[in-house]
């Protein structure tokens, strides 16, 4: 079983930063592509930003310049600071991993975090 757990949400002014973080535990062979993803109020879940095992990364033009994707592959950790915070980044934050649970397993399966509230105020 593999278990994603997110931390770090919380409350923060506009013009502040936070980072929130996701460990994946459990049966875990290896870890290929890591994400974030956010899902606010009404709306659909966006993505937010993604690596790779090797730390290429990509962001959403939303979050370009101000949030930063890594990770930790000997913790199977992701990471995103976000600085300059505004109102809109309000929602909650889900990590997503793609996992291989096993060296006898050859199939990648999608898990996802519970999230973790991210609330900007003006």
């Known amino acids: 079983q593999v278990q994603l757990v997110e931390s770090g949400g919380g409350l923060v002014q506009a013009g502040g930063s936070l980072t929130v973080s996701c460990a994946a535990s459990?049966?875990?062979?290896?870890?290929?592509?890591m994400a974030w993803h956010r899902q606010a109020p009404g709306k659909q879940r966006e993505l937010v930003a993604t690596i790779t095992r090797s730390s290429t990364t990509n962001y959403a033009d939303s979050v370009k310049g101000r949030f930063t994707i890594s990770r930790d592959n000997a913790k199977n950790t992701v990471y995103l600071q976000m600085n300059s915070l505004k109102p809109e980044d309000t929602a909650v934050y889900f990590c997503?991993?793609?996992?291989?649970?096993?060296?006898?397993?050859?199939?990648?399966?999608?898990?996802w975090g519970q999230g973790t509230q991210v609330t900007v105020s003006s």
């Open positions: 997503n991993a793609n996992i291989r649970r096993s060296r006898w397993i050859t199939v990648v399966e999608d898990y």
């Open positions: 459990g049966s875990i062979f290896s870890i290929n592509d």
